[in-house]
């Protein structure tokens, strides 16, 4: 099929502080070498005091627009995909809006990890059906004022960040060639926040006992992640027409590098066409495909015409995969 939509520009926006293993060292009973070894993650970006999801989500925007040479103004639909929002109502992507100067519907998406991928595949059915002509998706979180900093299992695996896309018209053969997204409502539990919704609304027990603090079975979710983004990557190259080795390079969701690793293996793509940054940022979620596809783009690693596939799980679960020609 005709691609319909395309990666017109990508920005990204990184916090200026820097948390390294060892000032977790100092904080919980862990080691540099332990979070290493098991997730290849050196240091992380923490955001100050004052500063908010949507301030992030707005910068790596801008840096997005002007990447695709378009101002606020002629977007037709902004998506930010978060789980860290700036507060429960309303949407981060309404303040995203007015913070660029946008004047277009804006609204967020809870998709965890995948939530790029996720507005991709939207952005790319609202271009393809002709009701937007260029949508801006942004993946960004603040997972540091979500995360409990006594537990050591999930303090060191998560970093605040924010990327962008302008996902505009196709240009020829280049564009967005397939995108799959899936949920498994069976493993909810696995990972979340359970505390601050209807279910168990924020009282000072919840606080005392952590409960509005991202919790998490971290097997489940490696065991997941590594079977379902096998296959959702397959799936979408396959669909689209292609072979994993036509694929030039893989941007794989920065969850933790072991899960990479496997994953890579069973579909066999050499490592060196896997990019990879989670040593400097983390686990970053939503943000994490789109920081690494920008640092990659700027780095002039990722070229036009060059075939990229990326994939992405996390909490619901929900995943999914694009394959684009950039
Ligand atoms: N430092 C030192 N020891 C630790 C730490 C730590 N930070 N965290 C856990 N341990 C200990 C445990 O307490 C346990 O000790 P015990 O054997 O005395 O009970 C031991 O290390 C092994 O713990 P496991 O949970 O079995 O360790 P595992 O090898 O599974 O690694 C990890 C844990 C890294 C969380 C892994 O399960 C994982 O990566 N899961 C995927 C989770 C993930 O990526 N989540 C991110 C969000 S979702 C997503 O992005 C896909």
């Not at 060892?22 to 098991?38: K, N, Q, Y």
């Not at 359970?194 to 919790?215: C, L, M, R, Y």
């Amino acid at each position: 099929m005709q691609p319909a939509s395309r990666i017109c520009g990508t920005g990204h926006f990184l916090p200026p502080i820097v948390r390294t293993n060892a000032d977790l060292e100092r904080m919980v009973e862990t080691s540099d070498s332990w979070i290493r070894e098991r997730t290849g993650i050196r240091e992380r970006r923490v955001a100050p005091d004052g500063m908010v999801t949507s301030d992030m989500a707005a910068e790596a925007a801008k840096h997005a627009l002007a990447a695709a040479g378009i101002t606020a103004k002629e977007l037709d639909l902004i998506i930010v995909g978060t789980v860290t929002p700036d507060m429960p109502m309303p949407a981060t992507a309404v303040f995203v809006q007015q913070k660029i100067g946008a004047s277009c519907p804006a609204f967020d998406l809870s998709a965890a990890c995948a939530g790029f991928i996720y507005g991709m595949r939207i952005a790319d059915q609202f271009i393809r059906s002709g009701a937007a002509k260029h949508v801006l998706i942004i993946g960004v979180e603040l997972l540091s004022r979500v995360v409990n900093w006594t537990d050591r299992t999930t303090c060191v695996l998560f970093g605040d960040g924010a990327g962008a896309a302008v996902i505009g018209p196709a240009i020829g053969d280049r564009g967005i060639l397939g995108t799959n997204f899936f949920s498994d409502g069976s493993l909810a539990l696995s990972l979340m926040i359970p505390a601050g919704g209807s279910a168990a609304p924020v009282t000072q027990e919840v606080i005392d006992h952590a409960g509005n603090k991202v919790a998490m079975r971290g097997q489940d979710i490696f065991r997941a992640a590594v079977k379902n983004l096998f296959s959702a990557s397959q799936a979408v190259v396959r669909d689209a027409g292609l072979l994993n080795s036509q694929v030039d390079w893989v941007v794989p969701h920065q969850a933790n590098l072991r899960i990479i690793d496997q994953v890579v293996q069973r579909a066999e793509y050499p490592r060196e066409k896997v990019l990879s940054n989670i040593e400097w940022v983390g686990n970053t979620s939503s943000a994490s495909i789109p920081i690494l596809l920008d640092e990659s783009i700027k780095a002039g690693t990722i070229q036009t015409g060059h075939i990229v596939m990326m994939c992405a799980l996390g909490a619901g679960v929900s995943w999914g995969a694009a394959v684009v020609r950039m």
